[in-house]
């Protein structure tokens, strides 16, 4: 009797632990301590007491121990460079310090930083919950995650990447004309570059905001990612991915920086600039300044001079580039015809390692997949439940129209807190705040761009989707030798590729002219562009048999 | 320097007798003994480590160490010299050197003349105390200042361009953008250098000013010379000595312009006259971690900022009969 | 005005004298004004509100003024921290170079001193060689320097430059027949150095003593390689950390909107904290410039 109980017990005993281990979830620490290295941001009173900290602590059954690196992330590398250098103690995990690609493969191939290929490969078990996370993503992010966190050459993975969902954020590329002026000046919303540039002259010879003086500024950009004038103007003649470099046609690669569509581009952008029509303020002002040029000062009550405003047409986000509640935006409507390449914001970043110094990597495995759960997000992001942020209310919308996921008590983001880390990347960025957040009362202000928005969204993909082209080329992943021997003829091809279109466009070079042009194209030759296609045409067949 | 000028070798002189260098030695036992600490010092901590010099000529890995890091030879120079832009880099490093040195040498010494020659005691004070402070500023927040206050439509630059156009004195849509453009690059980043660091560098040759002998200042009055005569004649020969070390010692850093003000103040536009050296290693050198990369430029550097201050001591001490030169 | 009062009793002035005077009274106006406006301003900025600032309203005087950004500040624990150890730094590192370099300096200023040649091609090299980051950073962890005080106290302990300046002062403002005098009283070296130079070198030793504390106060590269606990760390850590906040000396692949936004969230704590990390430098010049005032060869040669 007493043998067939043991034997049931042990039966179910084994049933109950291949039921937990085929559950696959995250393993519960039992108290240990952990040390992570980690930048320290300005805005956290102290990551000892932190809210996070405390709930993470407890979420996951370890105890944290601080170490704590330079805000700025090179620095932060050159620490580390000297604690390696002199044999020091890394701590058992590194959260969040961006070495770059080359340095980490490095630190990993000499072995400072595990190589985790095997929790990774786990995939029912120790891994579940990340794969469960990356199967969200959309196809293309996943090829191009799994290119870059697989190293090409020994197959080892080093880095623990961030994984982004947020629909792209379409207010970057929203490009906004001063109706006002239109009205004034009798003119009708430019459909063709041929419009805009009459509109451009018009803005710029008749006076439209009335003051007497010919001070208007007819367009202008900033130099950050989003405002990016350059860029959009090229998109509106070829597909031009700065990023990407490359373009691919049927399998080969094309340099789109040498093409007509390119020139005509550059041609198109430069007429601007020499007419005045185009500010070359754009190529180095930031978007906080530019806030100053678009809107001026406002008096006492809050209203503002017609006459003071300078801007004709403008690129960027709005949130970053016109100044809260300031009534200058009800001059301005969004445009609707260009289409812009998409630049993704999807950029998944690796920035988390295990090192050589944990004693135990599956104990820091462990504790590193809680930060893959949605909550361990929202909280990284928003603060800590209950105080800084909360559920939405049923049936509430977001700034931009979507169903909204969670309303915020107290906004901890970019002001001093004890609720976060502060770190920008944290291990999952959920939804960028003005597709999730409720919004309480609407201001006429975000009212008026929340229209402007939804006016211009659907018209933004569907232009992408008729002008981007069909075959997209995921970005191109060398060998660690590959990228040793050709870096310098990468970069000094990048380099003056880069130089010369802010060249061509402030017209230090002409781009109607031949001869300039044609030597724009003998120095990208001498400089070694063909040998560089060919490495990346065999890194992309390469990627392409991997499949 | 009585050894340099007597070197014969006739045994009657007492300098070439036995024993006189050692004798003159043990007798110099207690300046001997002072130097003993800080000579440990530079020994341990300067020449200590220099056996790591040698990575320049290796590719560092940490893995491998100093030592076993693979040899490479004088690729990592080369490396330099391939680089498509590298004579753009040393010219803006040495233009800006250039500039900084002869346009900012001057100034605090002749700021400390005026104010040690003042007589309005309580005005001299106060300016005294204000210009230091523009040394406590740090770079960032200079740069910060720099990009207010010449911003061409909100800042104080902004403004007086605003008057000039609204008076047709330049046209109605001139926004001149001070900050990218490649000429004013070297004249902003030197100038507001040199109104950083000219009040805070009075502060030496001010004290110097205050050791002049006051008999000196006597017997030149009596003798009726002006104030004006007495600036030319007695003070400034008295602070020549301080004057010429200084300058050796500048001169000895005319490769280096630090790479985290100009990195600051680059954008895409002034960038032909805004990248050198050092911000080109910050970004292709640590950036990467390509640290023997690094190193074989600071050490080039280095040896041109050697030959530098050799050479001006050299002249120094040929114009001054050995009195002004650091060595 | 009783700076322009007539004294009958006054030398009459020759005219070149009094143009001289004017000349320099316009000059340091000048001085005064381009110096003063930019100081004035950060210190207005850090009584304005953080809008204010923004929007570039600030021009003189404070816009909305507030307390906001020093209560900040010294909210702060770490704030209070930091000043300690960087007083402590700033004190006990300033005795340690002022110590090492006048030692230095005494000997070498001796133009008979054996060796000598020998211990200027020494300092030489140091000057135009310097070994890099890496092998220094071994060599301190060997020593079991790094994560400790002494990283900090015995970085850069002898200044190369500072040095040199006291040499320079010591040969050529104190005569030889002074040393000759005392040493037919029976002075030693050490004797003379303490009897005679230090005290007639006030004027420069005071300097260097300024030069020394403020390159202590200041630093931050030293810090920022060496130390890694917290307790340990001085102001200018945790000053540059907010000052850099958001801002990508580093290109970064996160959204310009985020950057933006934690750079705004700094700025009303920004200004606060250079006038409080800096006020400290500037009364310790307060307390050291009296030296610089004396004279110095008062009734020390007859003839």
Redesign the interface.
């Known amino acids: 009797m007493k043998r067939i109980v043991a034997l049931v017990l042990c039966v179910v005993l084994m049933v109950g632990l291949i039921a937990g281990c085929g559950k696959g979830g995250v393993k519960k620490g039992d108290g240990s301590t952990l040390k992570i290295g980690l930048c ?4 956290i ?2 990551y000892d007491t932190n809210m996070f900290t405390k709930w993470i602590e407890e979420q996951s059954g370890y105890k944290i121990e601080f ?2 690196f ?6 932060a ?3 580390i ?2 604690m ?5 103690e890394l701590p058992d995990i590194l959260w969040g310090v ?3 690609k ?2 980490y493969t ?2 990993g191939d ?3 930083f595990l190589d985790l290929k095997e929790y990774f490969d786990d995939k029912k078990g120790a891994s579940k919950v990340f794969w469960d996370r990356f199967a969200e993503l959309p196809e293309e992010d996943q090829d191009r995650a799994m290119r870059n966190m697989v190293n090409p050459d020994s197959g080892a993975m080093y880095a623990l990447p961030t994984l982004q969902y947020s629909e792209i ?1 379409v207010m ?1 590329y929203m490009m906004f004309i001063n109706q006002d002026w239109l009205n004034k000046l009798g003119l009708s919303m430019p459909n063709s570059l041929e419009e805009l540039y009459n509109v451009l002259v018009a803005f ?1 010879d008749r006076d439209p905001n009335g003051n007497g ?5 007819p367009f202008i950009g900033c ?4 405002g990016h004038v350059i860029n959009y103007i090229l998109n509106q003649f070829l597909y031009f991915n700065e990023e990407k470099s490359f373009g691919i046609k049927d399998g080969k690669l094309t340099t789109p920086f040498t093409s007509n569509e390119y020139r005509e581009g550059l041609k198109y952008a430069n007429k601007l600039v020499n007419e ?1 029509l185009l ?3 754009s ?3 930031n ?3 530019l806030k ?2 678009i809107c001026p ?1 406002t008096d006492a009550s809050g209203n503002i001079n017609d006459s003071d405003i ?1 801007v004709g047409c403008f690129v960027g ?1 709005p ?2 580039v016109i ?1 809260p509640n300031n009534p200058a935006l009800y001059k301005y409507t969004a445009m609707n015809y260009w289409s812009n390449s998409v630049i993704t ?1 999807n ?1 998944q ?1 690796y920035r988390t390692f295990i090192t050589e110094d944990c004693e135990d990597p599956d104990a820091a495995w462990n504790f590193l997949m809680n930060f893959y759960t949605e909550e361990a997000s929202l909280r990284l992001r928003y603060g800590e439940k209950g105080v800084d942020w909360d559920d939405a209310d049923e049936g509430t919308k977001s700034f931009i129209g979507y169903d909204a996921q969670i309303k915020v008590i107290n906004q901890v ?4 807190n004890n609720s976060t880390w502060g770190n ?2 944290s291990t999952i960025l959920y939804y960028a705040e003005n597709e999730v957040t409720q919004i309480e009362d609407v201001s006429k202000w975000q009212d008026y761009l929340n229209k402007q928005f939804t006016a211009t969204h659907d018209n933004y993909f569907a232009a992408a989707e008729k002008y981007n082209p069909k075959e997209k080329l995921s970005a191109i992943v060398l060998t660690t030798e590959e990228s040793e021997q050709y ?2 003829t990468i ?2 091809c990048k ?2 590729i ?2 010369s279109r ?1 060249s061509f466009v ?1 017209g230090t070079l002409n781009p109607n002219s031949d001869s300039d042009w044609n030597e724009y194209l003998k120095k990208l030759d001498d ?1 070694g562009l063909k040998t560089w296609l060919s490495v990346a045409q065999k890194a992309y067949d390469r990627q392409n048999n991997l499949k | 320097m009585v050894s340099k000028r007597l070197k014969s070798k006739d045994p009657d002189l007492v300098y070439n007798q036995k024993g006189y260098a050692w004798n003159k030695f043990k007798s110099s036992w207690q300046l001997q003994l002072m130097l003993v600490l800080p000579l440990l010092y530079i020994i341990i901590f300067h020449y200590g480590p220099m056996y790591g010099i040698q990575i320049a000529w290796r590719n560092y890995r940490a893995r491998d160490g100093i030592w076993g890091s693979a040899w490479v030879g004088w690729k990592n120079f080369q490396e330099f010299f391939a680089y498509y832009k590298w004579k753009t880099l040393v010219k803006n490093t040495l233009a800006i050197s250039f500039y900084q040195l002869l346009a900012g040498f001057p100034i605090p010494i002749i700021l400390a003349l005026f104010l040690h020659v003042s007589n309005h005691k309580i005005l001299v004070k106060i300016t005294q105390n204000v210009s230091y402070i523009p040394h406590f500023i740090s770079t960032v927040i200079m740069v910060g200042i720099l990009n207010q206050v010449f911003n061409p439509i909100t800042g104080f630059y902004g403004h007086i361009m605003k008057v000039l156009r609204q008076h047709k004195i330049i046209s109605s849509n001139n926004y001149y953008d001070i900050l990218s453009s490649e000429g004013a690059f070297r004249h902003l980043y030197v100038w507001s250098g040199i109104w950083q660091a000219m009040g805070w560098g009075t502060i030496l040759y001010i004290a110097a000013l205050a050791a002049v002998s006051p008999e000196l200042h006597e017997a030149a009055t009596i003798d009726g010379a002006s104030r004006w005569k007495r600036v030319l004649h007695v003070d400034i020969p008295t602070i020549l000595p301080t004057i010429s070390i200084m300058f050796i010692l500048r001169s000895g850093h005319i490769m280096s312009v630090g790479y985290e003000k100009v990195y600051l103040m680059q954008n895409k536009l002034n960038i032909n006259k805004s990248e050198v050296i050092s911000t080109y290693v910050y970004k292709y050198g640590l950036a990467k971690n390509k640290l023997s990369y690094g190193s074989a430029i600071g050490l080039m550097n280095s040896a041109i900022n050697s030959v530098m201050i050799i050479l001006v001591n050299f002249i120094a001490n040929k114009l001054s009969d050995g009195e002004a030169g650091l060595f | 005005m009783a700076l322009f009062k007539k004294n009958p009793n006054k030398i009459i002035e020759p005219v070149s004298d009094r143009v001289l005077q004017g000349f320099c009274t316009v000059i340091i106006l000048l001085l005064l004004v381009v110096v003063g406006y930019p100081v004035v301003y950060v210190i207005s900025s850090s009584f304005s509100s953080a809008a204010a600032i923004q929007s570039g309203r600030v021009v003189f005087l404070p816009i909305d003024p507030t307390l906001a950004g020093y209560k900040f500040v010294f909210q702060y624990d770490t704030v209070w921290l930091g000043y300690r150890n960087s007083l402590f730094y700033t004190v006990f590192g300033t005795i340690i170079n002022m110590f090492l370099s006048i030692l230095f300096a005494y000997p070498l200023s001796k133009s008979d001193l054996p060796l000598r040649g020998f211990y200027n091609k020494l300092i030489v090299v140091t000057m135009l060689f310097g070994a890099g980051m890496i092998p220094t950073f071994i060599l301190k962890s060997k020593l079991g320097l790094v994560d400790t005080i002494w990283a900090i106290l015995l970085s850069g302990a002898v200044s190369i430059h500072n040095t040199m300046i006291i040499r320079t002062s010591f040969k050529s403002s104190i005569p030889k027949e002074l040393y000759e005098a005392a040493k037919i009283d029976g002075a030693n070296d050490f004797k003379c150095l303490t009897s005679i130079a230090i005290p007639l070198s006030k004027a420069t030793l005071s300097v260097i003593t300024l030069y020394y504390a403020v390159g202590h106060w200041n630093q931050y590269f030293t810090a920022m390689i060496y130390l890694r606990n917290k307790n340990l760390f001085p102001l200018q850590i945790f000053l540059r950390t907010i000052l850099t906040a958001g801002q990508s000396i580093d290109a970064s692949s996160v959204s310009e909107t985020m950057l933006q936004q934690v750079q705004d969230g700094t700025q009303q704590i920004k200004y606060a904290l250079i006038v409080v990390s800096t006020v400290p430098v500037i009364l310790l010049y307060f307390i050291v410039q009296k030296y610089f005032k004396k004279g110095v060869m008062v009734g020390s040669i007859k003839g």
């Open positions: 320290t941001s300005a805005l009173e102290d170490q704590f330079s805000s700025q992330s090179s620095e590398k050159s620490q460079a000297t390696i250098a002199a044999g020091e961006d070495f770059g080359e340095v490095e630190y000499d072995g400072y954020d970057d710029r003086r010919k001070d208007e500024i130099n950050s990612l989003s005045g500010s070359s303020l190529l180095t002002t978007a906080t300044t100053g040029y000062t300078l986000h949130t970053l100044e914001n950029q970043v983001w970019a002001n001093q920008i990347q870096s310098m970069s000094n380099s003056h880069s130089n802010t402030t400089l």
